[in-house]
Nanobody, 115 residues
Framework: QVQLVESGGGLVQPGGSLRLSCAAS????????MGWYRQAPGKQRELVAT???????KYADSVKDRFTISRDNAKNTVYLQMNSLKPEDTAVYYC?????????WGQGTQVTVSS
């Protein structure tokens, strides 16, 4: 069993930055592919970025060159550095851990980009 706790969300002006963190409990964190997803009001949850156990990353086209996903296996934590934020980035951001048939979600953290 893995428990995920996100933090770092908040209100930021357009063009600003935020860094989200997701702390995972449980063992074998390093084996999991970790991901960030987001869900805006009235929209489906969508992939933002993922990072494999080997460090390979994947990004949604809408966030490429603005967001960076990283992981620290010693701290059981995955990060999402978000730069040049836009109003359309406003959403609840969820952390995900996936490995074979195991799939876990955090409770989400709100990110609001507004002037």
């Amino acid at each position: 069993q893995v428990q995920l706790v996100e933090s770092g969300g908040g209100l930021v002006q357009p063009g600003g930055s935020l860094r989200l963190s997701c702390a995972a409990s449980g063992s074998i964190f390093s084996r999991y592919t970790m991901g960030w997803y987001r869900q805006a009001p009235g929209k489906q949850r969508e992939l933002v970025a993922t990072i494999t156990s080997g460090g390979a990353t994947k990004y949604a086209d809408s966030v490429k060159d603005r967001f960076t996903i990283s992981r620290d296996n010693a701290k059981n934590t995955v990060y999402l550095q978000m730069n040049s934020l836009k109003p359309e980035d406003t959403a609840v951001y969820y952390c995900n851990a996936a490995w074979i048939t195991r799939d876990y979600w955090g409770q989400g953290t709100q990110v609001t980009v507004s002037s």
